[in-house]
């Protein structure tokens, strides 16, 4: 009976317990979902160039959005704070409720079994001291015991109705410590809830974030972009006027040599089928010459017309990006020097224009515009190019060719270097600009990183279909492989150039940490192309030629005309002297009949038998041998007159011709020397 009372008082006090907790958390739970706010979706929009103030407010907007998903996060995590405290301390009165009810149990428990021990006791007395009264010894005190007893019955039946009452109440309490515990589950729930948006808040803010910096630095790109695009536009022009002076005979040796030269030319080869270059003959021969002149010029004009490249050795690098060339570049310009200046390196594709670096007295960085004018930037405008920056900016062949670096560097006496973006760029105007460079160059180093490994097809097609300049193959970052792998990648290398027919003149294996020379002795074995050198002296001797030959042809068409002349003068000697005897004979003839007078005839030519048989002979003669003589003379004399006229004409044409190709050599002895003069000069 006693442990139905302490059970009852532990359900009571658990209840109430659960009831506050219950009532507590129900009003944090009102208060969270009344402040409850849901995080708005970032806004995103494209950036345009045109459009950096709209852009700035965007990323302010998105400056708030991310404060208020801060401060939005930062009060789910108060919330889920003041939970799990409010969680704890209900766990702790339950707690606490749990042990005053297991110690008020064990009180009660301890006190029933003692009324128990003492009831039980008080059985066994009476029990003997009813025995003693059947037996007839009762006595008033047995009659008070068991009148005692009577009311100790009464008490125990209502200490256990008092039990029942407290079982039915024990059942009712846990009922609701059932009920509570629900609840409980319930706020536990709620708060996981709570947790997992908190999360997920988290990662939106996270998200927010990097999305905000992602717009940060595309807005900063774009920035970098358009103020690089203003300084281009701006730049000023160079102001050479001696190079302006060069240009311009350069132009005029090129309508020279499209115009008087290649017309000379035509003339030349259209006129005379037979005349032959080489294996060629006729118009296939004047083709090929004006092709093979063509090209020799503008190779010779393209370097001419840059300072960087005429008279020096060029060397140009290309490979994949990040292969190294940029970094290969900057060891053969410094030397290893670290006080010398060097091109921009970085981890991201920097060369996104072919760059020329050269030296010379002072510092210079220029650009070659697209209509070919030579412009001024500053360093600080050189160094923002990269292919991120040029990738915000369409079609910037249309104003930037190729940059121009040149400074004071000994390491460059005598050489130019060429750093390219490479022709195996996705990129066209990449590809274009580059195979356009390499064409000026005497060498082609191809740059591989050995830890690709792989021979790119497309270059191979473009060395082999637009590039016939001698190759070098450099396997950089060996550093970084045994030599084992090493070997591996150059057998590689080698075995797919020579299936497609390419042939190296050099395998170097280069790295950090490679000795200069490695690279340097290779380039240093270089030879110039000499087409580039000698155009001017080699065109002059090609005009020279066709002078002499010309002069040569004339010579000895003048002698064929004036053989031509001798033999129409002697067949027109034998003419007049076969005419001189016909007149002669004619003569002869005409003497022979005398005229007679008669006085009975009519007066009339008479002559003896002899004079008649001379005269007969006379005539048969005439009519004869001395006709068809003079008949014979006459056509001979027609055709070689025929042939004279045609000497005279072929004489007259090569003249002509060879007074043209003088004019022409005139003409370009003239721009030769102001050519050379120039050069004299500077």
Known sequence: M?????????????????????????????????????????????????KIQLIEAEKNVLRDELAKLKKEKEEILSRCTNLEGANREIRA????????????????????EQLLAEAKAQCERLDKELANALNGKIDSAVQ???????????????????LEDCEDDNDELKKRISSKNAELEELQDDLDKERKAAQQLHDELCDAKQQLEEMDQ??????????????????????????????????????????????????????????????????????????FLYDYFDQWASTKRKSWLDGKKTIAFVGEFSAGK?????????????????????????????????SSENVHYNFISGDGKMKVIDEHSFRKVSKETLDQVKGISALIKYFVMSYPNQNLQGLSVLDTPGFNSNDKEDRERTIDVINECDALFWVFDVNAGTVNRSS???????????????????????????????????????????????????????????????????????????????LRTDIEEYLNIFKDAVAESDR???????????????????????????????????????????????????????????????????????????????????????????????????????????????????????????
């Not at 022009?237 to 000379?264: C, H, M, Y």
């Not at 594709?349 to 072919?354: D, E, K, L, N, S």
């Not at 003497?591 to 007078?597: A, H, L, N, R, T």
């Open 93 to 112: 009165k339950l707690a606490e409720a749990d042990q005053e009810t297991t110690s008020k149990s064990t009180a009660l428990k301890n006190k029933y």
């Open 326 to 358: 940029t970094s290969i570049v900057n060891r053969i310009l410094s030397q290893d020097d670290p006080s010398i200046p060097q091109l921009p390196v970085s981890t991201k594709a920097t060369t996104a224009i072919p760059t020329y670096i050269a």
């Open 2 to 50: 006693n442990s139905g009372i302490i059970v009852l008082l532990v359900m009571a006090a658990f209840i109430i317990g659960a009831a506050l907790a219950w009532f507590f958390f129900r009003k944090r739970e009102t208060s969270s979902e009344e402040s409850k706010i849901q995080p708005t979706a970032s806004q995103k929009d494209t950036f345009e160039i045109s």
């Open 560 to 682: 064929s005309y004036n053989n031509a002349l001798q033999s129409g003068e002697e067949l027109s000697d034998e003419f007049w002297t076969s005419l001189r005897n016909m007149q002669e004979n004619c003569e002869r003839a005409c003497q022979i009949p005398k005229w007679v007078e008669h006085i009975f005839s009519s007066d009339r030519f008479e002559m003896t038998a002899d004079e008649g048989e001379r005269l007969k002979f006379l005539l048969n003669d005439i009519a004869g041998y001395q006709v068809e003589s003079l008949s014979n003379s006459f056509e001979r004399c027609i055709e070689e007159a025929g042939e004279i006229q045609q000497e005279y004409s072929n004489l007259c044409d090569l003249k002509a011709t060879w007074r043209r190709l003088d004019d022409c050599y005139e003409q370009f002895k003239k721009i030769q020397k102001k050519i050379e003069n120039y050069e004299r000069q500077n």
């Open 218 to 291: 595309e807005l900063d790109q774009k920035a970098t972009s358009l103020s690089f695009i203003q300084e281009i536009l701006s730049a000023s022009e160079v102001k050479q006027s001696d190079t302006r002076a060069l240009n311009r005979e350069i132009d005029n040796l090129e309508a020279f040599l499209k115009g008087p030269l290649t017309d000379v030319y035509s003339f030349i080869y259209t006129s005379d089928p037979d005349f032959s270059c080489g294996d060629l003959k006729g118009r296939e021969a004047l083709e090929h010459i004006k092709t």
């Open 144 to 162: 008070e015991q068991l009148n005692e007893i009577e009311k100790l019955k009464k008490k125990i039946k209502a200490l256990e109705e008092e």
């Open 460 to 538: 191979i097609a473009i060395i082999k279909e637009k590039l016939n300049k001698p190759l070098y193959v450099v396997i950089n970052k060996v550093d970084t492989k045994p030599k084992s792998e090493v070997d591996k990648v150059e057998a590689l290398i080698r075995k797919t150039l020579a299936n497609e027919g390419l042939t190296v003149q050099q395998f170097i294996r280069f790295s950090s940490q490679a000795p200069l020379e490695q690279i340097m002795n290779p380039i240093q074995s270089v030879e110039r192309i000499s087409n580039r050198a000698n155009f001017l002296s080699d």
